[in-house]
């Protein structure tokens, strides 16, 4: 009987202990996680950007700007280079935009 009581007491012990392990750890844990939430990206606002694409190509060329259309989720990013469709009349030809700044400028390459 008192081996029982000795090997039960030990075991309380040990779990006990390892209970106030874990409760450090996840202290810890949380303790060094940012809670703070995260920003969604900031995206250039479509219908914006396409009528800035035809401002920026009024003049260029000898043809006049129709119809722009550009992808929906550009994330505002230097560097980040992706294609609109642009119409004239019936004929739609394909131009590089670039973003250039973090503010949202573009630059234009009609190809």
Same mark, same amino acid.
């Given at each position: 009987?008192?081996?029982? $009581?000795?090997?039960? #007491?030990?075991?309380? /012990?040990?779990?006990?202990?390892?209970?106030?392990? !874990?409760?450090?750890?996840?202290?810890? &844990?949380?303790?060094?996680?940012?809670?703070?939430?995260?920003?969604?990206? #900031?995206?250039?606002? $479509? /219908?914006?950007?396409?009528? $800035?694409?035809?401002?920026?190509?009024?003049?260029?060329?000898? &043809?006049?700007?129709? #119809?722009?259309?550009?992808?929906? %989720?550009? *994330?505002?990013?230097?560097?980040?280079?992706?294609? !609109?469709?642009?119409?004239?009349?019936?004929?739609?030809?394909? *131009?590089?935009?670039?973003?250039?700044?973090?503010?949202?400028e573009i630059s234009v390459n009609r %190809?």
């Open positions: 009987m008192v081996d029982q $009581q000795n090997v039960t #007491r030990t075991v309380m /012990a040990i779990s006990a202990a390892v209970v106030a392990v !874990c409760a450090v750890v996840v202290t810890v &844990k949380l303790m060094g996680t940012d809670l703070d939430p995260v920003a969604p990206p #900031r995206m250039l606002d $479509q /219908a914006a950007l396409q009528q $800035q694409v035809a401002n920026m190509l009024q003049g260029v060329g000898d &043809k006049p700007v129709g #119809r722009v259309t550009c992808p929906g %989720s550009v *994330v505002v990013e230097v560097d980040n280079e992706f294609e !609109c469709q642009v119409w004239d009349y019936l004929h739609s030809d394909t *131009v590089s935009v670039k973003v250039v700044s973090d503010q949202g %190809s």
